[in-house]
């Protein structure tokens, strides 16, 4: 099956990489500039959790963005659209199905969880008392713009950039898919906040990686892995956060009281990438035939 996400046209690997390093230099100097400005001249305390300090995170991912569109443009000779695809477009259908089924997932695992602990009297999760109600739904439909911009950073960039310019030179699955994923993997590294858990939570992202390369090139758009991406954040992001840091308790309704560094979230991290990999097999199986797409092999 020919899933049409190969580029008609092939680029130098030099230009994809130093490609690659100008558009990770562009949000380094962005992130790095708004964080001297509000911490250093502003005064904003940027390791409290407030929703202004979750917006200011969420808002450095635009840099990604416009660093994406310059090097396209002046190494490549095209603009941002062509990354989502041989359309040209994202395919907004392809965005609402893959949010729709992982929200819902989400959800039910969720209550599944909470409905088990309940019954032994240690629910996970408590209620974010940083957050009213009212506060909540003012900052709500910015911060979900916001994640989306952020989402669609990432996959521009990994399933995008990296993985169309790569796989359309017809590299073999080390570099177009499992190198660009084990870097994302690694963006999600935090020894501090999870200790060891860390290393698992790497392993989840890359794996992750994987599949959402694998979709894309299925799909031939990244209009799901952005649908799938934007579930998933806007569940942690704004519904249930996490308490231990600014980021993840900074807008969210409820917060986990699963410690970072604790056995049950290294656990659980471990049981998500399993849940991971069986539903993209089911789904995969059911509508390919196949795991891996046979442009991919």
């Known amino acids: 099956m020919s899933t049409g996400y190969q580029m008609d046209q092939t680029f130098a690997v030099w230009r994809i990489l130093v490609g690659a ?29 407030s929703q202004i300090t979750l917006i200011l995170f969420l808002a450095s991912f635009i840099p990604i963005w416009l660093g994406t569109g310059a090097v396209t443009r002046v190494l490549f000779g095209f603009s941002i659209p062509h990354l989502y695809g041989r359309s040209g477009k994202i395919r907004w259908s392809d965005f609402r199905v893959a949010f729709a089924y992982i929200f819902v997932i989400l959800l039910l695992l969720e209550l599944l969880v909470l409905a088990a602990t309940w019954v032994m009297g240690a629910p996970p999760y408590t209620r974010n008392d940083v957050v009213s109600i009212l506060d909540w739904l ?35 699955l080390f570099w177009a898919v499992y190198v660009p994923s084990f870097l994302f993997g690694l963006a999600h590294l935090d020894p501090i906040t999870y200790g060891f858990n860390s290393v698992l939570y790497v392993l989840n992202t890359t794996v992750t990686g994987v599949i959402l390369c694998f979709i894309t090139i299925w799909r031939g758009n990244i209009a799901m892995a952005m649908g799938i991406h934007f579930a998933v954040n806007i569940f942690a992001i704004i519904i249930i956060g996490h308490g231990d840091t600014p980021i993840g308790s900074g807008a969210a309704l409820w917060l986990s009281t699963i410690a970072p560094k604790s056995v049950t979230l290294g656990a659980s991290m471990i049981v998500i990438t399993v849940v991971e990999i069986v539903l993209y097999s089911i789904w995969t199986r059911r509508r ?10």
């Open 21 to 49: 390093v100008i558009i990770v230099a562009i949000y380094g100097l962005g992130l790095f500039g708004v964080g001297f400005f509000l911490n250093g001249m502003a005064g904003i305390d940027l390791t409290q959790s």
């Open 138 to 172: 003012i900052y709500l439909l910015p911060l979900i713009v916001l994640v989306f911009l952020q989402i669609g950073a990432e996959e521009l960039f990994f399933r995008g950039y990296l993985l169309r310019l790569i796989y359309s030179r017809k590299a073999r």
């Open 288 to 297: 390919f035939g196949a795991l891996i797409p046979i442009e991919a092999r």
